[in-house]
């Protein structure tokens, strides 16, 4: 039958299933193939990759169609890409603000994207003099700007990921310098 979750709106599983053909497409693979495997074996999860089948621990005791997905490609996959490829240092170049109501990037209370569900994300940024901005947040926030960290906004934990250092010339070029809330 039809689910809401099947679009390919941001945080549902059709988005998610993009993000994850895409991934094969540019030559990612499974961490674990058994789709039944739920012993969250270190790294086999979408906290981690959206290669994996197994959902983000915060979301897999919610039913399916209630569940969200990632909208970014996560760590894993961001830091295998750059292996394969090599790094884009001109994403996010600049100063960013991430959250903040008119951002670009803004996320609505509790860490919710428009159509409601909970953002699960990494973040790439290139440079610049970056900010976590959850000041408009009411509920829980927890910022960890160290590259491989994750942060929570609202009642679902570690589903904002800082993505795994990656050096330069011997620099760590994706820090994000500062945070508020």
Request: proline fraction near 6%; glycine fraction near 12%; avoid cysteine.
């Amino acid at each position: 039958g039809y689910s809401e979750q099947a679009g390919a709106a941001y945080g549902n599983t059709g988005w998610q299933t993009f993000l994850h053909e895409f991934g094969h497409a540019l030559g990612l693979e499974h961490p674990d193939e058994d789709p039944n495997n739920t012993t969250n074996q270190a790294g086999n999860d979408q906290r981690y990759t959206v290669m994996s089948y197994v959902p983000h621990p915060s979301m897999a005791a919610l039913p399916e169609d209630d569940r969200s997905w990632p909208v970014t490609p996560m760590q894993y996959d961001i830091a295998a890409v750059q292996m394969l490829y090599g790094a884009n240092l001109t994403t996010r170049a600049d100063d960013t603000r991430y959250f903040a109501p008119g951002s670009a990037y803004a996320l609505g209370d509790g860490g919710v994207l428009e159509n409601g569900r909970p953002a699960i994300l990494t973040i790439w940024d290139a440079g610049g003099i970056d900010t976590l901005d959850a000041s408009d947040q009411t509920g829980a926030v927890r910022l960890d700007l160290n590259p491989g960290a994750f942060s929570t906004l609202g009642q679902y934990a570690d589903t904002i990921a800082m993505s795994l250092a990656h050096e330069e010339n011997g620099v760590i070029v994706n820090l994000i310098e500062n945070a508020t809330g």
